[in-house]
């Protein structure tokens, strides 16, 4: 079993719709979650983290967390063909330890 | 958020040769910092952790006398792919956390071809 797991899509989702992404993880003590967004050739770039159970909000983007089903999402609300990108799921189990991350989903919002 | 600077972007090199890539933290230091490799249409693969001042640790089918890294500062760790092959093709990315701080900043990330 991958440590975190994601589906590798295509995802794709007409502009102006919710874009759902989502992850889980296998190591029950993992701390800390992020979302990363990676363009073609690009390197990865911090969108949202969140650390503890529930919902966080930040514009457009709503990451949602469940310890219980070890289980975390990212909403991104009304859809932009720039959102189009590879999103990284990503967990760590504490400060400074390794970072492990998703196979990535690939979203493509079309016009 | 905090920025991390990767030198250089682009190199293409020949089989045989070495090629040292620098990830620089610009505005923080970074205790702890992770280079991955990412082949085309894959995943990033971690390849080790470098810590500031000991040795890094190699994630397993790792080499660590072919990728050699040093982390002699807070703000610097260097990562250098020794007699290149064409298959170390890749693009390496570098990325850097603080010890309060959980989130990790990337590097611009270096195409490396080597011919």
């Known amino acids: 079993q991958k440590e975190v797991e994601q589906n590798s899509g295509p995802l794709s989702v007409p502009e102006g719709a919710i874009a759902s992404l989502n992850c889980t993880y296998s190591?029950?003590?993992?701390?800390?979650f992020f979302w990363y967004r990676q363009y073609s050739g690009k390197s990865p770039e911090l969108i949202m983290s969140?650390?503890?159970?529930g919902d966080k909000e930040d514009g457009r983007f709503t990451a949602q967390l469940n310890k219980a089903s070890q289980y975390v999402s990212l909403l991104i609300r009304d859809s932009q063909p720039s959102d189009s990108a590879t999103y990284l799921c990503?967990?760590?189990?504490?400060?400074?330890?390794?970072?492990?991350f998703g196979s990535g989903t690939r979203l493509s919002i079309r016009p | 958020g905090a920025v991390v600077s990767q030198h250089p972007s682009r190199v293409i090199c020949k089989s045989g040769t070495s090629v040292k890539i620098e990830c620089r933290s610009l505005?923080?230091?970074?205790?702890?910092m992770f280079w991955y490799r990412q082949f085309p249409k894959q995943s990033l693969m971690l390849m080790a952790t470098?810590?500031?001042?000991?040795?890094?640790?190699?994630e397993q089918g790792v080499e660590k006398d072919k990728f050699l890294i040093n982390h002699a500062s807070l703000t610097l760790s260097t990562l250098t792919v020794t007699s290149a092959h064409p298959e170390d093709s890749s693009f390496y990315i570098c990325?850097?956390?603080?010890?309060?701080?959980?989130?990790?900043?990337f590097g611009q990330g270096t195409r490396l071809t080597v011919v």
């Open positions: 990325s850097a956390v603080t010890a309060m701080n959980t989130e990790a900043f």
């Open positions: 190591d029950r003590v993992s701390q800390s």
């Open positions: 969140i650390y503890s159970n």
């Open positions: 990503a967990v760590t189990r504490s400060s400074a330890s390794k970072i492990i």
């Open positions: 505005d923080f230091q970074a205790t702890t």
């Open positions: 470098s810590n500031e001042g000991s040795k890094a640790t190699y």
